[in-house]
């Protein structure tokens, strides 16, 4: 049977509530295991590039993974005048669950940890810096994603997503939040992870720049991207014959 749209939200939102739950609850147990940052940050990148590639692995085949708001847009514009990948009405619910599941990942991660379930960060991240390498990291995602749809690796996804995330954490200023619902999300705990409420809409635009740059330097080097927006991240069936 192939997936019918509330199981493939429900993939998204269960897959993006366990990947923030990975960011936020590896930070947390970072942070009590050490008192440096560079081994914190070292620990907590490791942990979200392995947990990325393993969901990718086990939802990749209902929803095709996306766990990004920016993924799903570029996977439905790119796609629209081919038919493949999400409609208009995928992307909507595709976006809600994904926010929602951030949330919901935040607050999971801090009850693990015996923390108080909603509490906002008061960690201020905002400057033209970090969002310059928002704009990088999030281009560089969707590059990567695309390119190996379009070249028919789409099966190496999971390790190679999750490997750049992993590096991303380092090559950014911003340690490479790359995902609107993710940022949402982590503004919901004061952990090593949070992001203030007040920094979120300089990082979800910087994000939005990015898909856009991401978007025209993938029609650029790839003019006929679209057909294969189907296969992102993992191949999910065509729209045409889901039930």
Avoid: C
Avoid at 8 to 32: D, I
Avoid at 55 to 76: C, R, Y
Avoid at 99 to 107: D, F, L, M, P, S
Avoid at 153 to 176: E, H, L, M, Q
Wanted: neutral net charge.
């Amino acid at each position: 049977m192939n997936p019918t749209l509330w199981r493939r939200l429900l993939a998204e939102f269960v897959g993006t509530a366990l990947l923030v739950t990975a960011v936020v609850g590896s930070g947390v147990m970072a942070t009590r295991l050490s008192d440096d940052i560079g081994l914190q940050l070292l620990e907590n990148s490791v942990a979200t590039a392995f947990a990325l590639g393993a969901l990718i692995l086990t939802f990749g085949p209902v929803s095709g993974a996306h766990f990004n708001p920016v993924v799903s847009a570029a996977d439905w514009f790119l796609g629209r005048r081919t038919g493949t990948g999400l409609s208009a009405r995928d992307l909507g619910g595709y976006v809600v669950a994904q926010v929602a599941g951030a949330i919901g990942g935040a607050v999971l991660a801090d009850l693990m940890f015996k923390l108080p379930a909603v509490d906002f960060s008061d960690k201020h991240r905002t400057g033209t810096d970090l969002w310059l390498g928002e704009v990088v990291a999030t281009t560089g995602l969707l590059l990567l994603i695309f390119a190996l749809a379009r070249s028919g690796r789409a099966a190496v996804a999971p390790a190679a997503v999750g490997a750049y995330i992993g590096a991303a954490y380092w090559f950014t200023s911003s340690t490479s939040f790359a995902n609107p619902a993710v940022t949402i999300g982590r503004a919901f705990t004061d952990t090593f992870a949070g992001i203030a409420p007040a920094s979120v809409p300089g990082f979800v635009v910087a994000q939005l720049v990015g898909l856009a740059v991401g978007v025209g330097l993938l029609l650029a080097l790839y003019p006929s991207v679209g057909s294969a927006a189907g296969d992102v991240v993992v191949a999910h069936p065509d729209e045409s014959v889901r039930s």
